[in-house]
């Protein structure tokens, strides 16, 4: 019986009819532009004249279209789910969001806000008519005076007919009740199959996480490019620094204040990209450093840590665009971290160059000999870690290619890393 009652009358039902009288109150702007046309063609004066229900009923039908037309705006969708949601009982996980997608998700936002215009228009009329009713035939056995004013048949004062007419107004509201209740109900059943994504809605939510993802693995990216290289930098410069502490006084100062350098400039990059991350920007807008600016410190940091470099820039990189410029120096930066890491000992060699028939294409190469105890590791491990995995997304996302592997030299067996960047990559990139 507490189940009953609790159906009837509880917490979820209340708001259900909240919803019920909220879909009665948006029929009446339609039903009043209605019954302006439907009253004077049958030939009533006012819609609320006595005598004039079927002329009322007649202007609901005639307006139940309108509302279908005024469904078919997109932003109808955002204002009917967003009051299904707080008052259908509905898990609001089944609900689509934003303004409806196409022809297909309107027609389904009309044929919902049609239906519940429809049911909550008749249930709040039966909710403005029949517990006035239902009171007044339960006072009837206890106002004469009522009685008198009704003006009721003799059949109608029997003493037994009035002794049943206070079950009979409960009836009333009983009945009242249970409407109200199936028709809550019905919304609620038909509330995600007409407000529901649709495939559009979930092709569009697929594509919005798949940015998502593409930030984060962007960020990803440039966390583990810039701060990697920066440990394992300054983990060498330490190191060679602790060797040399008592015999090469300035060596020591030149790698301390390497090693300042350093953390100074990657802490800036950290900062810059977890602001924008904060703030809730694009993690793709933060500063980033390029070849023609930062090629030059990025070698002479790695350089710091006793690793022999050589570089051959066969370029102008201040002619390249800002994307390929970015991306090139993020791969050249993992490139000799993969090389202070694996080889730190060994000598590597860079050359930046054009490439290709029409020598429009940019190419990057580095090669570093192989200690002769990872030449085993290198070859059993031909992909690298997640830096060479790094190198190859840039490469690719600017439509260009990345190998890295055991290369046969002249000179012995080399490791080769060679990363080449079509003409029109990073065109029109600010």
Not at 85 to 110: E, K, N, S
Not at 261 to 286: F, I, M
Not at 335 to 351: C, E, F, I, Q, T
Request: hydrophobic share 50%; proline share 7%; with cysteine.
């Amino acid at each position: 019986m507490r189940a009953r009652a609790e159906a009837l009358l509880g917490h979820r039902a209340r708001l259900r009819w909240v919803h019920l009288v909220l879909g009665g109150a948006l029929l009446m702007p339609f039903w009043l532009v209605t019954a302006l046309i439907v009253a004077p063609v049958a030939g009533q004066g006012s819609v609320m004249a006595g005598g004039a229900v079927l002329t009322q009923f007649g202007a609901f039908l005639a307006a139940l279209p309108l509302v279908a037309v005024a469904g078919l705006f997109p932003l109808v969708r955002p204002l009917s789910v967003g009051m299904a949601r707080a008052l259908c009982g509905v898990d609001g996980a089944r609900f689509a969001d934003g303004p409806a997608r196409g022809w297909a998700a309107r027609r389904r936002t009309a044929g919902w806000l049609t239906l519940h215009v429809a049911v909550g228009g008749l249930l709040s009329g039966m909710m403005l008519a029949l517990p006035p009713f239902a009171v007044s035939v339960m006072l009837l056995p206890v106002f004469s005076a009522l009685r008198d004013w009704l003006r009721l048949p003799p059949s109608l004062e029997e003493p037994w007919v009035l002794a049943l007419a206070p079950f009979a107004g409960l009836a009333m509201l009983l009945v009242l009740a249970l409407c109200a209740t199936a028709a809550g109900s019905l919304l609620a059943r038909c509330a995600p199959v007409l407000l529901g994504p649709t495939p559009a809605d979930r092709l569009a939510a697929a594509e919005e996480r798949a940015a998502e993802l593409a930030v984060r693995n962007r960020l990803a990216r440039e966390l583990h490019d810039s701060v990697g290289h920066a440990l394992s930098a300054v983990s060498l410069q330490a190191s060679a620094a602790r060797r040399v502490l008592d015999r090469d006084p300035a060596f020591v100062r030149e790698a301390l204040a390497a090693i300042e350098d350093t953390t100074r400039r990657t802490v800036g990059e950290l900062d810059a990209v977890l602001g924008l991350l904060r703030e809730g920007d694009d993690a793709s807008k933060a500063p980033a450093p390029t070849l023609d600016r930062d090629l030059p410190g990025l070698l002479e940091r790695t350089r710091a840590t006793g690793t022999r470099v050589t570089a051959a820039v066969e370029v102008e990189t201040a002619a390249l665009p800002a994307l390929v410029s970015r991306e090139a120096y993020r791969i050249v930066q993992e490139g000799l971290g993969n090389a202070l890491r694996h080889a730190a000992d060994m000598p590597v060699a860079l050359r930046i160059a054009p490439s290709g028939a029409s020598g429009e294409e940019l190419e990057i190469v580095m090669e570093n000999p192989l200690p002769s105890d990872d030449r085993a590791a290198h070859r059993t491990r031909p992909g690298g870690g997640h830096g060479l995995k790094g190198i190859a997304d840039r490469a690719r996302l600017l439509g260009g290619t990345a190998s890295a592997g055991p290369y046969e030299g002249p000179d012995g067996e080399l490791w080769r890393l060679a990363v080449r960047l079509p003409p029109t990559a990073g065109k029109g990139a600010r």
